[in-house]
C-alpha cells in the first residue's frame, strides 16, 4: 500500500516536472513573443514602403524648401533694416532740413514769430514856439533808419514797424506828414518792436552818444521798454 | 493530479516572470523545442488512452525531444541549412496524427459509454 503511494507520488513528481518544463517554455516563449512584437518595429509591405518614401522626400524636400526661405527671409530683413537705417539718416536729416526752413521762414517774415524783446516808441516833440522850423521836432525817417539799424547791428532777430515786419527788402521812405513802410504808410508815433535779447539791444540803443542821445538831440520823445513777449505777424503778401 | 496541473502553473507563471532575454537568432530554437514539447506530451496522452503508456518514454521522451530539435536547428543554422523547417514538418505532421488518434479514441470511448448507458 505505501509503496503504491510513493510510487504515484514518484509518478506524479516526474509529471509535475515535464508540466512544469512545457509551461516554463510555454510561457517563455509566448512572453518573448509579445516583446518582440512590442520591440520590433512594424514590418512594412512593400507599397507601404513606397508611401512612406515618397512621403519622407517630400518632406526633405519641404525642409529644404523650409531652409530655403528661412535663409531668404533672413537675407531680406536684414536688407530691411539697412534701409530703416538709412530711412532713419534720411528723416534725421530732413528734420534738420525741416527745422532750418523753418528758421529761415521765421527770419524772411514767412510765419507768426514770437519771443522776447524791446518796444521803442518815437513820437514827435511838443510844439515848440522858439523852433521856426517845424521839421527839427518831428519824426524822420532818417530817425527811424538809425532805430531800426542800430537794433539789427545789434542783434535783433525780426524788427516791425507799428506791427509791419520789415524784410531785407524793406524800404523805408518819407512821404510828408507820414512815413511809408514798403508802401504802406504809417504816421506818429512809430512803435519799433524787435525781437532779440532785450538787454543787449536796451544797452546798445542806450549807449551816451548813440542812437538815443542822438535823436533825443533832435527834439524827439524817445521811450524805449522791454517786453516778454512780443508776437509779429507774418508780412501780407509774402 | 493536482501536483502535475500545480507544476505546469508554476511552470508558467516562472516563464512569464523571467527577466532573461535570449537573443533573437535564439528563437528558433525554442520555438522548435516548445513544439516537440507539445509532440511529446500528445503522443503521451495519445499512449496512455491506448494503454501503451510507460512512463520512462514519455519522460525521455520529452526531454530528448526537445533537445534533439534544438539541436537539429542549431546545426541547420550552422550549415545554411533550414533544418528546423523539418523538424516543424516531422512534429507538426505527428502532432496532428496524435491529436487525430486521441479524437477517435475518445469518440469511441464516448460512442460506447452512450451504448452501455442506453442498454442499462
Not at chain 1, 15 to 42: D, K, W
Not at chain 1, 73 to 82: A, C, N
Not at chain 1, 112 to 123: E, Q
Request: aromatic share 8%; with cysteine; proline share 3%.
Amino acid at each position: 500500500m505505501k509503496k503504491i503511494k510513493v510510487k504515484v507520488k514518484g509518478k506524479n513528481v516526474i509529471l509535475s516536472l515535464v508540466f512544469l518544463v512545457l509551461g516554463f517554455m510555454i510561457a517563455f516563449s509566448y512572453h518573448l513573443t509579445q516583446i518582440e512584437n512590442q520591440n520590433a518595429p512594424r514590418n512594412l509591405s512593400g507599397n507601404q514602403y513606397e508611401k512612406t518614401l515618397a512621403l519622407r522626400n517630400q518632406l526633405i524636400a519641404q525642409e529644404e524648401t523650409n531652409r530655403r526661405l528661412q535663409k531668404e527671409l533672413t537675407q531680406k530683413q536684414e536688407m530691411v533694416q539697412k534701409n530703416e537705417k538709412s530711412l532713419a539718416k534720411e528723416a534725421q536729416v530732413f528734420l534738420n532740413v525741416a527745422e532750418d526752413a523753418e528758421k529761415y521762414r521765421m527770419f524772411l517774415g514767412k510765419m507768426k514769430v514770437k519771443g522776447k524783446g524791446v518796444k521803442i516808441t518815437l513820437s514827435d516833440g511838443a510844439y515848440d514856439p522858439k523852433e521856426d522850423n517845424v521839421n527839427n521836432y518831428l519824426v524822420h525817417e532818417q530817425h527811424v533808419f538809425k532805430v531800426v539799424n542800430e537794433l539789427y547791428i545789434s542783434g535783433a532777430a525780426a524788427v516791425a514797424i507799428n506791427g509791419q515786419r520789415l524784410t531785407s527788402r524793406s524800404y523805408i521812405v518819407c512821404n510828408g506828414p507820414v512815413i511809408t513802410v514798403d508802401g504802406v504808410p504809417h504816421p506818429a508815433p512809430f512803435i519799433i518792436t524787435a525781437i532779440g535779447e532785450p538787454d543787449v539791444l536796451s544797452s546798445s540803443l542806450n549807449l551816451s552818444g548813440g542812437v538815443k542821445d542822438q535823436l533825443v538831440n533832435d527834439n524827439l520823445v524817445f521811450t524805449l521798454e522791454r517786453e516778454n513777449e512780443i508776437v509779429l505777424n507774418p508780412i501780407l503778401g509774402s | 493530479m493536482w501536483l502535475p496541473v500545480m507544476g505546469l502553473v508554476i511552470g508558467i507563471i516562472l516563464g512569464l516572470l523571467t527577466e532573461i532575454r535570449i537573443p533573437e537568432e535564439y528563437s528558433n530554437y525554442l520555438s522548435i523545442a516548445v513544439l516537440a514539447a507539445f509532440d511529446t506530451l500528445f503522443g503521451g496522452i495519445r499512449a496512455y488512452l491506448q494503454n501503451i503508456y510507460d512512463e520512462k518514454v514519455f519522460v525521455s521522451g520529452f526531454f530528448f525531444n526537445i533537445m534533439l530539435a534544438a539541436s537539429l536547428a542549431f546545426l541547420g543554422v550552422h550549415l545554411g541549412v533550414d533544418l528546423y523547417l523539418a523538424a516543424v514538418f516531422a512534429f507538426g505532421v505527428r502532432l496532428f496524427q496524435n491529436i487525430a488518434v486521441i479524437r477517435r479514441i475518445l469518440l469511441t470511448k464516448w460512442t460506447t459509454n452512450k451504448e452501455k448507458i442506453e442498454k442499462s
